[in-house]
């Protein structure tokens, strides 16, 4: 048992890890560029922003920002990724980047450039937070409730706010995470030896 879970554990870990590179590397080039990678932030109701809506989950506006995310994104993604599997994770980041981002689009201030990962923060805290009941799973249940008591306070985040903070993204995020849960649940029992399969209501 204890094998197995090192197993899972470790793409996890690394998968994680290297995002979280990649995001510092970005930032990087951002700096030295004179924050030119800062253009990839979604601008909303501007069709031509369509297209930066997944990149801006990758972009941050500074160090400071890209460190606040930095924590909870390695921390919840490596959960997620750890309970759910590699391939059904990438769906889920995936679906959480896109509706925050649509929603950023949709309903962001005129004039306002939006980018980051507390989006995806967010959408991985909502993900995690209900999986438990749609798969019936209790080892999922209790760590959902666990992240709730760790992080339960970021959902003022989420709120309607004039304090420069996007909370359109966060609350965006939190509903595709909350829809990943559903679209990416796990439909069937695995059968044990010999048995069966019953599927998951």
Do not use: C
């Not at 995002?19 to 590397?25: G, P, R, T």
């Not at 309970?83 to 959480?96: D, E, Y």
């Not at 706010?161 to 939190?174: M, R, T, Y």
Request: a neutral charge; aromatic letters at 10%; hydrophobic letters at 55%.
């Amino acid at each position: 048992m204890m094998t197995r879970a090192l197993e899972r554990a470790k793409p996890a870990a690394a998968l994680m890890l290297g995002w979280v590179a990649l995001l510092w590397v970005l930032e990087m080039a951002d700096a030295a560029s004179g924050n030119a990678l800062d253009t990839f932030g979604v601008r909303p109701r501007e069709m031509s922003e369509l297209a930066d809506v997944l990149p801006a989950a990758f972009i941050h506006f500074g160090f400071d920002h890209l460190a606040a995310n930095t924590l909870p994104l390695l921390l919840l993604g490596f959960l997620a990724a750890l309970r759910s599997g590699l391939a059904r994770f990438v769906g889920v980041a995936l679906l959480i980047a896109l509706t925050s981002g649509l929603g950023v689009w949709l309903t962001a201030p005129a004039g306002s450039n939006t980018a980051g990962a507390s989006g995806v923060v967010f959408g991985l805290f909502g993900y995690l937070l209900i999986r438990g009941f749609i798969d019936h799973k209790p080892l999922d249940i209790a760590l959902g409730a666990l992240v709730a008591v760790v992080y339960g306070s970021i959902l003022w985040g989420a709120l309607p706010s004039d304090n420069g903070v996007s909370w359109q993204g966060h609350l965006f995020g939190l509903v595709g995470g909350v829809l990943a849960a559903f679209v990416f649940r796990q439909r069937a029992a695995e059968a044990p030896p010999g048995g069966t399969a019953r599927p998951i209501p």
